[in-house]
Structure formats: C-alpha cells, structure tokens
C-alpha cells in the first residue's frame, strides 16, 4: 500500500508515510465483526439498515405510536397539574404550561431528535454518555435515570386512583386493588411486545384524553376570561412547588431515545413524532386548565389533585360555577 502511495503521490515526507502505516495496521488488526458492525452502523445512520439494537432487527415503530409513547413519558394527561395553580394562582399556571412545554421541551426534544438520529438504539441516553464520558459515566447515568424513573411510575397509579376516587365513589380497599390492578396490567403490556404497547398507548391516550375534551368542549359556554387572572393566590406563592409541578409534568423526553433501535426510519420519524408531541402535550394541559379555571370561581386553594376531576363532575358538566371547594 506504501508503494502505491508512493506512485499516486509522489514522495511523501515521513509524517505521511508513518500515517500510512499507522493506517495499514489498523485496518489489519480488524475483525470481520468489526467490519460488519461499521457497515450496519453507517446503514443505519442513512436509514436503510438494520438498528443497533440487533443486527437484522426489524423495527416496528411508526410515527403515531411514537407520538403517544412519548406522551406517555413526558405528561400522560393534565393529571398533577392542579397544585401550580394551588402554589401560585391560575395566571402564572396558564402562563407556565403555555411557556414552559416550549422553552424547555422544545430544547430538550431538539436534543432527542438529534441524538437519538446519531445512535439509533435502544440504550437511548446511556449509549450518548458513553460515546461522549466513557463506560462508567453511561452505566452512572442508567442507573440513576433507572431508579429515577422507578419512583415516578410509582406515583401514577396512586394519582389515578386519587382521581377515581374523585369522580366515582369507591369501597373500601378500592384504591389499593386499583393500584396492583393497574400495576399488573401496565406490566403484561409491556412484556407483550413495544409494537403492542405503541398501538396500546394510543388507545390509552384516546381514553384518558377524551374526558378532558368533554370537560373543556361543555365548559366553553360558561368561560369568563377575566377568572384566568382575577383569582389570584393571596400570601406568598410557593414557586419551589410550583415549578417542580411544572417541571415533574414536563420532563423525560430524553426517555424515547430508549426507543430509537425500535423506530421505523428514526432519522425522519423522530423530529415528526417529537414535534408533535410538543404540541399535543402543552395543549393537554393548557385547555383543560383554561376550561376548568374559566369556567369556575373556586379559589385556589381548591386546586389539589383530583380537582380537574371534581371540577368535571361537580361543576362544568351540571351547570354549577361555584366549582367544588378546598380539601378538608
């Protein structure tokens, strides 16, 4: 090879030819795997190969399934939002679901699309570490990300059983079967195959959105935009409260990148699926919270969870605009 260099390019000073060599070596020391993965890697990054998740693997996802399985992983519903406006009042919350899912999810989802597109495999945000700090800061941030997650799952069950229990009046021991029930089903889902939990997200997200398009389609008549800002919270606000509700409702888009070795032609799906899914999401919560708010006078005290649920049985969908009052 040294000599053909030589002949293409005349004589080569003796950087260049120890650059030749060190070249040469590297590319003998190459194992036939090695040769293979490089060519699937680069097939995939064009969108034509397979993922990084198996060589030959097939993906299943498409765009709207990813849609809804990143909207399940960042917001789920307007569930928990009720204490920003407990912590300080309904116009700062109408301003920061409408601020925030932007100023935050939009960079955070730039960021996904992008690295997601550049390592398309199912160790997500692990797999970016470790190309970018090493082996022990990717297995660091798994693990920490891994109980993270672990602890905000756990919450969900017991916030849908908060608000069950608000709308339909249940026995006792009601709450803790429907938390090992939910717990239970949620997780043969998931051993059932991503393809099935994609299609299952978007049926789940047609029905935990759909009492929530009720509620704010019935509240439209009763609107008054002047209680959007004229409830206010008296006292000091709770803005640590406040922004961690915003925060906690619009965090993890990080968490499709777990996906990405599942994503049909993730190049071009992703940016789709995560734009999309910014908007889904910051109108998931802001208009129900415009209706419930406009359409009541309850004061903000009365916004804890489970309220949005009291607000739709209570008040918009029987006339009432009183709203339902704080908890005892």
């Known amino acids: 090879m040294s000599q053909e260099f030589l002949l293409v390019a005349g004589q080569p000073s003796p950087r260049q030819e ?3 060599l060190h070249a040469v070596v590297r590319e003998e020391e190459r194992t036939p795997g090695d040769r293979q993965r490089q060519h699937g890697y680069a ?3 064009q969108g034509r190969g397979p993922t990084l998740s198996g060589y030959g693997h097939k993906r299943n996802i498409t765009l709207i399934p990813l849609v809804f399985l990143i909207y399940f992983e960042v917001a789920g519903g307007p569930y928990g939002a009720e ?6 009042g309904p116009l700062f919350t109408l301003l920061g679901f409408l601020v925030f899912p932007f100023a935050w999810g939009v960079p955070e989802s730039l960021i996904t699309a992008e690295l997601a597109t550049a390592f398309p495999g199912n160790g997500g945000f692990v797999l970016w570490a470790g190309h970018a700090f090493g082996p022990l800061a990717g297995f660091l941030l798994g693990l920490w990300k891994y109980l993270s997650v672990v602890i905000n799952i756990a919450a969900y069950t017991a916030l849908i059983a908060d608000y069950l229990g608000g709308a339909v009046a249940q026995p006792g021991g009601a709450r803790t079967g429907t938390v090992i029930g939910m717990t239970l089903l949620l997780s043969f889902v998931n051993y059932a195959g991503l393809s099935i939990v994609g299609w299952g997200a978007v049926a789940l997200g047609m029905v935990s959105l759909a009492p929530f398009v009720l509620m704010t389609a019935m509240a439209v008549p009763k609107i ?6 004229s409830q206010v919270t008296k006292g000091k606000k709770d803005w640590r409260l406040f922004f961690n509700t915003l925060f906690w409702n619009l965090n993890y888009w990080d968490c499709a990148s777990t ?17 999309v899914a910014v908007v889904l999401i910051a109108g998931s919560y802001l208009l129900p919270l415009m209706a419930a708010i406009g359409a009541t006078d309850a004061s903000p005290d009365a916004w804890v969870n489970g309220y949005l649920a009291d607000a739709q049985a209570s008040s918009v969908a029987h006339g009432s605009n009183t709203g339902p009052g704080p908890a005892q």
């Not at 204490?83 to 300080?88: P, Q, T």
């Not at 008054?224 to 800002?229: D, G």
């Not at 996906?259 to 734009?275: D, I």
């Open 18 to 20: 120890q650059q030749v």
């Open 259 to 275: 996906m990405a070795g599942e994503v049909e032609r993730p190049e071009r799906t992703f940016p789709r699926a995560l734009a």
């Open 224 to 229: 008054r935009p002047s209680r959007w800002a």
């Open 43 to 45: 097939a995939v990054q």
């Open 83 to 88: 204490k920003a406006v407990l912590a300080a």
